[in-house]
């Protein structure tokens, strides 16, 4: 039997072989080169930092994600507990980060940092994690998790709310922008995964009705300071 | 012995003559509809953005081999594993051995057409593996032991008594008719299924060449868990996902999130490129791919159609669909259903079988004007339909055009033959001929007026 991938790739080179023409746009502005240069046209991200800020807010306000502006770290901390106590949460995992350890380490209640390895069904019975991220996306309301940034794959998906803590230079227009700074920030190795989160878990499964809370966190929160 | 057409017909029939579901389905869409308006709105040019959105999969598509081996060689180089199955069977066997080489006892899977596409779940279960859907709509349909209605929305058609009944009836739970107690119930019960799984399966709706990553949307969480909690991550594409680069992809995910749901960007859109590395807490010791020809290749050899690769899967073309609105999804026996289910499924599956599929739309065009990659789906209905008709000519309809074109070509004998025509109307409408007793099956023929349009127009002007 041929090898399965020179088979399959033999099938692609003959039936390239024949052209299908380019599409023709009405606009004009492309069409000759390879060039997908859409960000014009896709949803405006903010030109300014204030103006990403405000479309980043309403944008979260409209997932139903909960944002809050503080000043400083010490004041992210103090938002970061009382959220703790409204909740009245008993055990929240956290990872070692500048942002989020102290933070979490001040909380009062049971604490749990990740570590090198993690066990799965320990961060089951969490009912938060607190992470950081590699950015935000005013454009869409997104935030940019990875296995590097946020303490590993489970951490920003398992526990029931998931709490962001961020800095305001961490804000981006818009994906374009948000991939060219990730590629050049881990040109040497890419973390194993980069997830793009909006707002909290949803589905609209039964009856096309909005139900938060399929799979991952029902809640989420993003400390913003500065 | 009933073919895919009997079947079809049949199912088709009953499904549109049941008034009270088609207008759960309408208001079920109702949503859709408004979310969609809003969001495209916020594109500042929604039509320029799909010429984009096109262009980046048509680049990607005719030069498929070079961004396949892109991306396999980057994939690799981060620590994945590539397996070429050129169809189906070659496909649920690698994914069998993999599970098996993990000694996997269950198998947890998010949401993947195409592995409804390869019938990955009876090999499974035959094989002696439990496997839990876990994306909520697959889940339910799963239970209900039926096939997806919609490819994104897969239980749309099913009301929440129903839902409330099945897991009373399977999972023991009390009835309830909120929506958001129903998703509570299946959260709580696919928690622990994560935890204990060996081996999670997945599909990918992107496969990056320039970074070597698959790219996963979903709206619940269960695609991240899934790639998460089990040791072995195996995710099966068709070879027609592959992108240039993550520029494409800045351009596709929020147009896939628009046009398939009405949403800014789906809930959750996933980047991976490897297996747990040094020096991260968790995620699969292995990280497998497997990349599905399963005829992809004989509908790139047709220039004519290679467009239909550019489809991203969002459903829109389906939401749009008056056919689709009016027989539902389960009638069309495809796993992709809708307009660009009529289209490539004669090509994956055979278009002596399938070729009833491009008779069953009103060529309205909807889909096309609806499609983010602007794939042109009703002419790809005619397409097939000459098609078929070259394979297999139809000499009923030959010899029709034929006389239809000898009569029409001569006005005198067209004059006489409406004049008959008229007269015996009333009998033919009793006699069952071919096509005719069928179109007069659900609609009433007016009675034939006394004198032709010519007649009246001659009399009008000249009387």
Same mark, same amino acid.
């Given at each position: 039997m041929a090898n399965a991938r020179e088979e399959i790739l033999g099938r692609i080179r003959e039936a390239l072989k024949v052209t299908a023409p380019k599409p023709h746009f009405? %606009?004009? %502005? @492309?069409?000759?080169? @390879? %060039?997908?240069?859409a960000k014009p046209w896709l949803p405006d991200g903010g030109e300014t930092e204030s103006a990403r800020l405000e479309l980043l807010s309403e944008n979260l306000a409209k997932l139903k994600a909960n944002l809050i502006r503080v000043p400083n770290a010490a004041a992210a901390n103090q938002a970061l507990a009382q959220i703790s106590q409204t909740k009245n949460w008993k055990k929240v995992a956290y990872h070692s980060h500048p942002l989020v350890s102290p933070a979490a380490e001040a909380l009062p209640c049971e604490k749990w940092e990740v570590g090198a390895s993690l066990d799965k069904q320990k961060l089951e019975g969490c009912d938060a994690g607190v992470t950081s991220c590699e950015a935000l996306v005013s454009q869409l309301g997104s935030i940019l998790v990875s296995s590097e940034s946020s303490g590993g794959r489970s951490l920003s998906i398992l526990p029931h709310v998931h709490v962001v803590i961020a800095t305001t230079d961490q804000v981006v227009a818009d994906l374009e922008t948000c991939f060219k700074q990730v590629l050049e920030k881990h040109r040497s190795k890419l973390p194993s995964m980069l997830s793009f989160i909006t707002g909290p878990s949803r589905t609209g499964d039964i009856e096309r009705i909005l139900v938060l809370g399929a799979h991952g966190p029902k809640e989420l929160y993003v400390i913003l300071i500065g | 012995m009933s073919n895919a057409k009997d079947i079809f017909l049949k199912e088709a029939t009953t499904a549109s003559a049941d008034g009270p579901q088609r207008i759960f389905i309408n208001k079920a869409l109702g949503g859709y509809y408004a979310n969609r308006d809003i969001q495209k709105a916020r594109y500042r040019d929604w039509e320029k953005a799909r010429d984009a959105a096109s262009l980046a999969k048509w680049t990607a598509v005719n030069d498929l081999a070079n961004t396949l081996e892109t991306f396999v060689k980057k994939f690799e180089g981060n620590g994945g594993k590539v397996h070429w199955a050129r169809d189906a069977a070659e496909a649920r066997n690698i994914i069998l051995k993999l599970i098996a080489d993990a000694k996997a006892k269950a198998v947890v899977k998010s949401k993947c057409m195409t592995t409804e596409e390869i019938h990955l779940n009876d090999a499974l279960e035959k094989a002696g593996y439990s496997v839990v859907e876990s994306d909520l709509g697959e889940f339910i349909q799963q239970l209900r032991g039926e096939a997806p209605y919609h490819f994104v929305f897969p239980c749309m058609h099913v009301k929440r008594e129903e839902i409330s009944a099945l897991f009373t009836k399977h999972l023991g739970t009390a009835p309830t008719n909120s929506p958001e107690e129903l998703t509570m119930i299946a959260r709580r019960h696919l928690r622990q299924l994560y935890v204990d799984a060996d081996v999670g399966i997945t599909g990918a709706n992107f496969l990056i060449a320039e970074t070597g990553q698959i790219s996963i949307t979903e709206n619940e969480g269960n695609a991240r868990l899934t790639a998460a909690l089990p040791r072995v991550h195996i995710a099966l594409s068709g070879i027609e996902k592959v992108v240039k680069n993550l520029d494409d992809l800045s351009v596709l995910l929020p147009m896939l999130a628009t046009a398939g749901? /009405?949403? +800014?960007?789906?809930?959750y859109n996933t980047l991976y490129s490897g297996p747990?590395? +040094? /020096?991260?807490?968790? /995620? +699969?010791?292995e990280f497998h791919l497997v990349l599905l020809d399963n005829a992809r290749t004989q509908l790139l050899a047709d220039p004519e159609q290679r467009d239909a690769l550019h489809c991203i899967r969002c459903g829109a073309c389906l939401n749009v669909c008056p056919i689709f609105k009016n027989i539902g999804g389960l009638a069309y026996g495809t796993t992709y259903q809708g307009p660009i289910g009529s289209v490539i499924t004669p090509h994956l599956r055979g278009l002596e079988q399938w070729n009833h599929l491009s008779g069953a739309s009103s060529l309205c065009g909807a889909c096309t004007d609806a499609c983010p990659v602007r794939i042109d789906l009703h002419h790809h209905l005619l397409h097939n339909r000459r098609n078929a008709n070259q394979a297999s000519p139809n000499l009923f309809d030959r010899l029709f055009h034929r006389g239809f074109n000898f009569v029409i070509s001569r006005p005198r004998l067209f004059a006489f033959g409406g004049r008959v025509f008229r007269f015996t109307l009333p009998v033919l409408k009793k006699i069952p001929l071919p096509y005719l007793s069928a179109w007069l099956k659900t609609r009433d023929l007016p009675p034939a007026p006394a004198q032709s349009f010519r007649e009246q127009w001659k009399e009008s002007n000249h009387g």
């Open positions: 009405k %606009s004009e %502005s @492309h069409g000759a080169t @390879h %060039s997908i240069n | 749901a /009405g949403q +800014p960007m789906t809930c747990q590395q +040094p /020096g991260e807490c968790d /995620g +699969p010791k």
